[in-house]
Each structure stands twice: as structure tokens, then as C-alpha cells.
């Protein structure tokens, strides 16, 4: 028999992806990119810097320049690289999603057989709890996964590029902190806006708001999306809601939108990720098993949802690509 060099190669490159990720986990957790930034570039200092092994560093940073995360040597000096400077600490770093992907998520992918067999959470498995309890008792974590959410909004500042919201009222369900809302108002100064999300998350909505675009602008309303949502929009918004949530209960939601609408030229705004069944690239299949190992849930794919606005007389006449593999649809009411 022959051995299939190329294939070996293959699988090698593949199986090895979570050590790349813990290897930068690492990284992250040692501090390095900012300890490399503030110019402590040997071994030893890095050593010195972070309390670890000094042989450790020497080998993990080996690896990190191989990868191209940092450039130079022990040697002749460590330089960072743009990746490393994504994860600098600072407002839009992504060192908090390598921390939560590095650990959490870590050990709920370490239960993908289980997730994939019994179409359910790995997560619950790895912790004995589902993800959303556990980010209700562990306060660093919770922040972390919100810091996170943050850093995969960068599309954020292209919605309003895809989308004209001039003179709209916009409602925002399911707004979470309000940092879409505050995006779409600061590039449209004459919109108005609603964010809509359970009582819980009203007072870090209103102080956002406050903070960036005044309350003058935005109101905050608490309330549950399956039982109705604010009347007389222009534009309702449905930014990465849909995902945990059963075909009944997001048809559901859908029909509050298209009851609640100012009139026939009001919009749905649908923001998320879809997946394709067939030809699908690579991130938007992880994201969606990703969703299973984490709550359980599932990436949908434009058509089913098409399917499911149709019950709710919501038509799709627009669709934009955004970063991240987030897609915009815009939904219109159907007259006929
Ligand atoms: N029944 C519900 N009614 C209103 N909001 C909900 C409900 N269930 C979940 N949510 C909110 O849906 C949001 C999902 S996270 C997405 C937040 C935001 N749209 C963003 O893209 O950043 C969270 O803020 C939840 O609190």
C-alpha cells in the first residue's frame, strides 16, 4: 500500500489545530503581546515578566513565531506581528475570546462525540450545568463572554453602510448592551431607537445609550420578545437572537415584528450567521457546531428561515454580506 503523503499531511495539519489554539491561549494568558509590546524581548525577560518556565517561554515563543503570531528570536529579539497586536489588551482585543475559547469552550469541544451523538450540550457535560447558568453564577466568565461578543461586533459599524436608516425609528430586540443601537444612531443623527431586551439587561442598555448617543435619542424598553415587542418601528433589528431559540418560538417573534410595524415600508433587519448545506466554507459549519457544544442550538440556513418569515408574511428582499460571516436580510411585509 502507498502512503499518501499529501493526506497524512492533512490530518496532521488538522488534528494539531487545537494545540495551535492552545498555544495561543497561552500567550494570551502569560500576557505576552503586551509584555513583547512594552519591549521585553528575550526569554529571560519574558520569564521574568510572566513568573513561567524560561525554557517553557523559549518554546512556546518558537512556536508562536512559526505560526507568525510574533517575528525575530530569542536571539536577536522578539518583535510583535498584527496578530499579536489584535490581542493587546485595550477595548476591541480579542484576548478575552482566546481566554474563553482557550478554557470553556475548550473543555465543552473536549465532548464533541457526545454533543454530535446525542444532539446535545457539551458544555453541560464538561461543567454539569448549562452555559447560561453558569454565566449567571460566575461573574468573570459572564463578563468575558461579553467582552467577546463585543470584539465579533466589529461588523457592527457596517450596518449602517448596508443599511439607510435616516429618519427611521428603529426598534432593536433582543439589543442586549445596546452597542448596535448606539452604532446605527451615531451614524444616522436623524434616527431614533428602541432597545428592547429583558429587564435584566435595561440598566446596562440605558447606561450605554446614555453614555454614547444620550437618552434623548434612545429609549430602553424590558420586555420578552415571544410575548410582543414595541410598536409602530420603521426598522425592527434581530442581531444574533435567533439561534437558541426553537422554529415555533422564532415564527413567533417574527409575527410580533410584522404586527408591531409603523406600516407597509417598515423593515425587518435580520443580523446573524447562516449556514449553506452544501458547499459551505469551513467558519460558518464551526460556528454552528460551536452553538451545539455551547447551549445546544444551531446556525439555520437562509432558506429555512426564509420558510419561517413566509409563516410570519415576511418576504426577503435584500441581503448584504458583513464581516465575520454575518449576513444582513432584509425583510419586507408581504401585501399580498
Ligand atoms: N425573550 C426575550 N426577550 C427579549 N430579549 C431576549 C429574550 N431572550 C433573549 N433575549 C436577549 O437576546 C440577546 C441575545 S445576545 C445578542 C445581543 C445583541 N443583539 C448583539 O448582537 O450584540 C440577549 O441580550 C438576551 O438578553
Not at 496532521?12 to 502569560?30: M, P
Not at 439607510?164 to 448606539?182: C, E, P, R, Y
Not at 434616527?191 to 450605554?208: C, Q
Amino acid at each position: 500500500m502507498t502512503v499518501d503523503v499529501q493526506a497524512t499531511r492533512d490530518v496532521v495539519d488538522i488534528i494539531t489545530g487545537g494545540w495551535r489554539a492552545q498555544a495561543l491561549y497561552t500567550a494570551v494568558k502569560l500576557g505576552l503581546p503586551d509584555h513583547v509590546e512594552a519591549g521585553r524581548d528575550t526569554d529571560a525577560e519574558l520569564a521574568k515578566a510572566t513568573g513561567a518556565n524560561e525554557q517553557g517561554i523559549h518554546r512556546l515563543m518558537r512556536l508562536l513565531v512559526a505560526m507568525g503570531i510574533f517575528e525575530g528570536s530569542g536571539s536577536t529579539g522578539y518583535r510583535g506581528t498584527r496578530v499579536s497586536a489584535a490581542l493587546l489588551e485595550g477595548p476591541q482585543s480579542l484576548s478575552d475570546m482566546c481566554l474563553l475559547y482557550g478554557e470553556e469552550f475548550y473543555s465543552a469541544w473536549g465532548h464533541a462525540h457526545h454533543a454530535i451523538s446525542t444532539k446535545s450540550s457539551g458544555f453541560e457535560v464538561a461543567y454539569g450545568r448549562s452555559f447560561y447558568e453558569y454565566l449567571g453564577q460566575d461573574v468573570a466568565t459572564a463578563r468575558r463572554f461579553q467582552l467577546t461578543m463585543n470584539a465579533a461586533s466589529m461588523f457592527f459599524h457596517q450596518v449602517p453602510e448596508v443599511f439607510d436608516f435616516s429618519g427611521k425609528k428603529v426598534v432593536d430586540v433582543g439589543g442586549g448592551g445596546g452597542h448596535l443601537l448606539a452604532t446605527i444612531l451615531g451614524a444616522t443623527p436623524d434616527a431614533e431607537g428602541t432597545l428592547y431586551d429583558r429587564e435584566h439587561m435595561v440598566p446596562k442598555a440605558r447606561e450605554h445609550l446614555s453614555a454614547t448617543v444620550g437618552l434623548d435619542r434612545a429609549e430602553v424598553v424590558g420586555g420578552d420578545m415571544f410575548q410582543g415587542v414595541p410598536a409602530g418601528g420603521d426598522v425592527y433589528i434581530l442581531c444574533r437572537v435567533l439561534a437558541g431559540h426553537d422554529d415555533e418560538a422564532v415564527v413567533g417573534v417574527f409575527e410580533h415584528c410584522r404586527r408591531a410595524m409603523a406600516g407597509s415600508s417598515s423593515r425587518l433587519l435580520i443580523l446573524d450567521r447562516f449556514v449553506e448545506d452544501e458547499n459551505s466554507s469551513v467558519l460558518p459549519a464551526l460556528w454552528d457546531l460551536h452553538l451545539l457544544m455551547t447551549t445546544g442550538g444551531e446556525h439555520r440556513t437562509v432558506d429555512r428561515i426564509t420558510r419561517l418569515l413566509s409563516r410570519a408574511g415576511l418576504e426577503v428582499t435584500g441581503t448584504a454580506e458583513l464581516p465575520m460571516e454575518t449576513t444582513a436580510l432584509i425583510c419586507t411585509p408581504r401585501t399580498t
